[in-house]
């Protein structure tokens, strides 16, 4: 199986990890929006992502300083670069050798920026959500720009792995970016909900961390059979079948197991 989800808009950058990086696969595409970016004033670029005064100078300086030759103690990898909530649940530092290895290969981290990221791919620091309505020679925006390269990335290491599914932990404005008449995989999305006095609810926080366990689950247990994703339990989850449908299985958390 093949796994998405979706960046973070906050970063990890204290410690340079131990890892040896990659280059990203589309990393022209990159460096061309890094420039068109570069060329953004603070007041658009506050604009275009609805930035308060000092996020929106902390990343005009960030593309300010893109280079397309980093210099390595610029870069991380971008597994451990993210530190949002999907990442609280991944907690990629703690994955071993082995299943960083089994990540790289069937994990992909879908970028504004980059577009497709393995994890163990050299970033620079950087925001920029893939929802901006950025203006490019492709279309009014990022939507536009990647539609086509996201799909066939994902197809072509879907074909690498010899696998027709693909697990979508990634959130909708992330994954409304691939093509879904060009993505030629089966497409699961797990639903993580929190057990309340009016029945199961969908809280945001709590599902963006369920997603990331997720994807850990499947890392940590190999996992080639979209049926064993059925089994997946971490947190206190646990399948709930009669809201549940093949390409939607819905999790659902107890009330006891939100105290716990």
Same mark, same amino acid.
């Given at each position: 199986?093949?796994?998405?989800?979706?960046? $973070?808009?906050?970063?990890?950058?204290?410690?340079?990890?131990?890892?040896?990086?990659?280059?990203?696969?589309?990393?022209?595409? @990159?460096? +061309?929006?890094?420039?068109?970016?570069?060329? =953004?004033?603070?007041?658009?670029?506050?604009?275009?992502?609805?930035?308060?005064?000092?996020?929106? !100078?902390?990343?005009?300086?960030?593309?300010?300083?893109?280079?397309?030759?980093? =210099? /390595?103690?610029?870069?991380?990898? $971008? /597994?451990?670069?993210?530190?949002?909530?999907?990442?609280?649940?991944?907690?990629? @530092?703690?994955?071993?050798?082995?299943?960083?290895?089994?990540? %790289?290969?069937?994990?992909?981290?879908?970028?504004?920026?980059?577009?497709?990221?393995?994890?163990?791919?050299?970033? %620079?620091?950087? +925001?920029?959500?893939?929802?901006? !309505?950025?203006?490019?020679? !492709?279309?009014?925006?990022?939507?536009? &720009?990647?539609?086509?390269?996201?799909?066939?990335?994902?197809?072509?290491?879907?074909? %690498?792995?010899?696998?027709?599914?693909?697990?979508?932990?990634?959130?909708?404005?992330?994954?409304?970016?691939?093509?879904?008449?060009?993505?030629?995989?089966?497409?699961?999305?797990?639903?993580?909900?929190?057990?309340?006095?009016?029945?199961?609810?969908?809280?945001?926080?709590?599902?963006?961390?369920? +997603?990331?366990?997720?994807?850990? &689950?499947?890392?940590?247990? !190999?996992?080639?059979?979209? /049926?064993?994703?059925?089994?997946?339990?971490?947190?206190? &989850?646990?399948?709930?079948?009669?809201?549940?449908?093949?390409? +939607?299985?819905?999790?659902?958390?107890?009330?006891?197991?939100?105290?716990?």
């Amino acid at each position: 199986m093949l796994i998405v989800i979706s960046p $973070a808009k906050r970063l990890d950058w204290a410690e340079r990890p131990e890892h040896s990086m990659t280059t990203p696969s589309l990393l022209d595409d @990159a460096n +061309r929006l890094a420039k068109t970016m570069r060329n =953004q004033t603070l007041g658009s670029l506050q604009k275009l992502m609805d930035l308060s005064p000092d996020l929106a !100078r902390l990343n005009r300086d960030r593309f300010r300083d893109f280079s397309e030759e980093p =210099q /390595a103690d610029a870069v991380r990898p $971008a /597994a451990l670069a993210f530190a949002g909530d999907t990442y609280m649940g991944l907690e990629a @530092a703690s994955l071993d050798v082995d299943e960083m290895v089994w990540a %790289q290969d069937h994990l992909r981290i879908l970028s504004g920026l980059y577009g497709v990221l393995r994890p163990c791919d050299a970033i %620079q620091p950087y +925001r920029l959500e893939m929802g901006s !309505r950025l203006k490019t020679r !492709r279309g009014s925006n990022l939507y536009d &720009y990647w539609r086509d390269d996201l799909s066939k990335a994902l197809n072509a290491q879907a074909k %690498q792995l010899n696998t027709d599914v693909l697990v979508n932990c990634a959130s909708q404005e992330y994954f409304g970016a691939v093509a879904p008449k060009a993505l030629k995989l089966r497409v699961i999305t797990p639903v993580f909900m929190e057990e309340k006095p009016g029945g199961p609810k969908i809280v945001s926080f709590f599902a963006k961390r369920a +997603r990331g366990a997720m994807a850990r &689950y499947i890392i940590q247990h !190999r996992l080639t059979d979209p /049926a064993s994703l059925t089994e997946f339990d971490t947190g206190g &989850y646990a399948l709930r079948p009669d809201l549940s449908t093949p390409e +939607r299985p819905v999790f659902v958390r107890s009330e006891a197991a939100q105290a716990a």
